[in-house]
């Protein structure tokens, strides 16, 4: 059972910026990565960035340049930074975790925390 806990969500004007949290706890067998997706109203969920345990990450081409992710492998903990933050970046953020038992995938969700950007 993981138990995941998302914090730093909020309301900022554009071109501001947020930093978003996620602790995860419990039983991993074979953590391959942590990250983050989001979902605005009446679109699909995307992912926004991960990053693996060999420390490579991976970005929505709309977020590169902007969002930074990072972890505390230690503790399961993954930040996504989020700079220059635009209107369009709104949505409800959701971390999950992806870990593997053998070759079977098991993925852990948050609750999910709230971005609004907004003048």
């Known amino acids: 059972q993981v138990h995941i806990v998302e914090s730093g969500g909020g309301l900022v004007q554009p071109g501001g910026s947020l930093r978003l949290s996620c602790a995860a706890s419990?039983?991993?067998?074979?953590?391959?990565?942590m990250g983050w997706y989001r979902q605005a109203p009446g679109k699909t969920r995307e992912l926004v960035a991960r990053i693996f345990t060999d420390d490579e990450t991976d970005y929505h081409t709309s977020v590169k340049g902007r969002f930074t992710i990072s972890r505390d492998n230690a503790e399961h903990t993954v930040f996504l930074q989020m700079n220059s933050l635009k209107l369009e970046d709104t949505a409800i953020y959701y971390c999950y975790t992806e870990d593997y038992t053998g070759t079977l995938k098991l993925t852990s969700w948050g609750q999910g925390i709230q971005v609004t950007v907004s003048s």
């Open positions: 419990g039983s991993f067998v074979n953590l391959n990565a």
